[in-house]
């Protein structure tokens, strides 16, 4: 069962409903009753007509209202009623929401956002996508070994490479706190192969790549920016010519493919690691499809184990906060 | 007359001095005189064999090889023997050679390096594209000024819309250096558009986007990297069918015209702003007419009083350092 958030989607509450019902996934829905349908054999109607906007403080907004969707649907994960938590909306609600009543993994000093770079046949993670505007080198360090624990886990992806991004290759390029997370992961014992640069997120050399929230935000909105404007300029460009719009015409299946697998709703949104429970941020802008990937993708992440894989892994790798001998108690088992 | 360092480009010192032959401005050029060939009228020729790589300490390198192209060359601007630097060199070393020689605006904290970002049809400033990985909100506020100044003083735009980058449109997203810059921005006299995220890089809605050197080297890497991968994966697309593939050949003139307009190479390279020359950092990868478009825009700079230009909108911005009252003395007027 994964709880899902039904306010907040730029899209309407109606869309996320769809989405829901399109993910084939047992779901308890948590928004407006008034502006949803009946319960049905695969979901759940928890009526929560009050949302957290995006201008809201977010740890405040989650105190005062505990009867927002997004607050019940946490809880619905923290109380075992639900394995998972999907949510479209405001992400500072999903993340202070998360923390309060899911909890982090013992050990873990913050969660952190990690999204799949849409890169055409060479999934690509990147963390932290914006749950940490600041963060400190061991910060850094945890987050390489929960986002390669994911990738093991989630994508079946062996040994995967963990590039640091950062303003150059050279080991002692970027902010001192750049420089220490690159000596702490040059001394462990991940795949780390170094120091990336902003061109190689799109280019498949790293299957993890970690940075701070601020420049991971930055980051991929810059890619969604720059492939948006591209499709824009190129398609006015092709169609400035009766010949180049027949031509235009011609290749139009082909890029439709494409542009599907670049498509962010494809790959279900973001997903925040360090907590004792699945949660996942689906695109803001998210379709009915998106949604329903978003959710399909907490599934998996459920039925994976992701939660104890991570934190296994967090506990071998000597990067916990207190190296705590005693294991944890994840909330969804 | 502009000095140009020949070391240091990727595509060698015969492409950067065929680079000077094609930009059609005197210039004298830095490099080893066993690789030019002799001088000509538009070419005065200092053999200056060694070169500063990216694997140097910038300031070591700098104060242990006086002899090295781009310090020569730093100083032939100081002594104003040229009137703008051009090099393709280590940026690194390019920046410390310029502030040791050619030196800082009275009142300017740090120059920063100021990158067109290739928005076809809005020309975008994107500044501190790597010149400082770490900044007080103090930095941010001058970039603001010293960004607007230049789009005023070099690309003639009127009241230049100033955006700060950042995690959310909100004035109080971002880091706490982030929210303090806003702040001061929206107190001061520029006109401020408020906190911008990433997708709006390529969107237009800006003339000049303010960040940190870390997060704004890792933007306009990132930018390049996605139209980098969007180019093959779409060609490999297009070429995957005989029909597409005709498509394809129908497109080519359309979409060549618009990838020139997009090519790094055509804006010339970025520039440094706060110095008391006009300093331009052509890209490592540039080609001849990469190099020859960055000659003719320290050429411009020169020519439209970038420098001058720039000090006397800092000293109306109360933005400098110690508000000093006496005027600054450029090197190169």
Chains 1, 2 share one sequence.
Request: charged share 20%; hydrophobic share 45%.
């Amino acid at each position: 069962m994964i709880a899902v958030d039904a306010n907040g989607a730029d899209s309407g509450v109606a869309t996320v409903a769809e989405g829901a019902r399109r993910s084939g996934v047992p779901v308890i829905l948590f928004g407006p009753a008034a502006e949803l349908d009946g319960p049905s054999a695969m979901i759940d109607l928890v009526d929560a007509p009050v949302a957290i906007g995006n201008h809201e403080e977010p740890a405040r907004a989650v105190r005062a209202k505990p009867e927002a969707s997004i607050v019940q649907a946490a809880k619905a994960v923290a109380e075992r009623r639900a394995g998972g938590l999907v949510s479209a909306g405001a992400t500072g609600a999903t993340l202070t929401a998360s923390l309060f009543h899911i909890k982090r993994l013992r050990g873990v000093h913050r969660p952190a956002i990690a999204a799949l770079v849409p890169v055409p046949g060479h999934p690509t993670l990147l963390l932290d996508g914006g749950a940490n505007v600041e963060v400190r080198p061991e910060h850094l360090v945890q987050f390489a070994h929960m986002g390669a624990a994911f990738m093991e886990a989630v994508h079946g992806v062996r040994r995967p490479r963990v590039g640091l991004l950062s303003v150059g290759e050279e080991a002692k390029k970027g902010t001192p706190d750049v420089v220490e997370a690159h000596e702490r992961l040059a001394a462990g014992q991940l795949n780390f192969i170094g120091n990336i640069e902003g061109r190689d997120l799109t280019a498949g050399v790293a299957d993890v790549i970690v940075t701070d929230g601020f420049t991971g935000n930055v980051a991929i909105k810059v890619m969604e920016g720059t492939a948006e404007m591209l499709a824009r300029v190129s398609a006015a460009a092709v169609r400035g010519s009766p010949l180049s719009a027949l031509g235009g015409l011609l290749i139009r299946g082909r890029l439709g493919d494409l542009r599907r697998d670049l498509d962010p709703d494809t790959t279900g949104g973001a997903i925040l690691l360090g907590l004792r429970g699945v949660v996942v941020i689906a695109h803001g802008g998210a379709g009915s499809d998106g949604i329903a990937n978003a959710i399909r993708l907490a599934r998996r992440a459920v039925d994976e184990h992701m939660v104890e894989r991570t934190a296994a892994a967090l506990e071998l790798s000597g990067a916990l906060r207190s190296a705590p001998a005693a294991s944890f108690a994840p909330a969804h088992d």
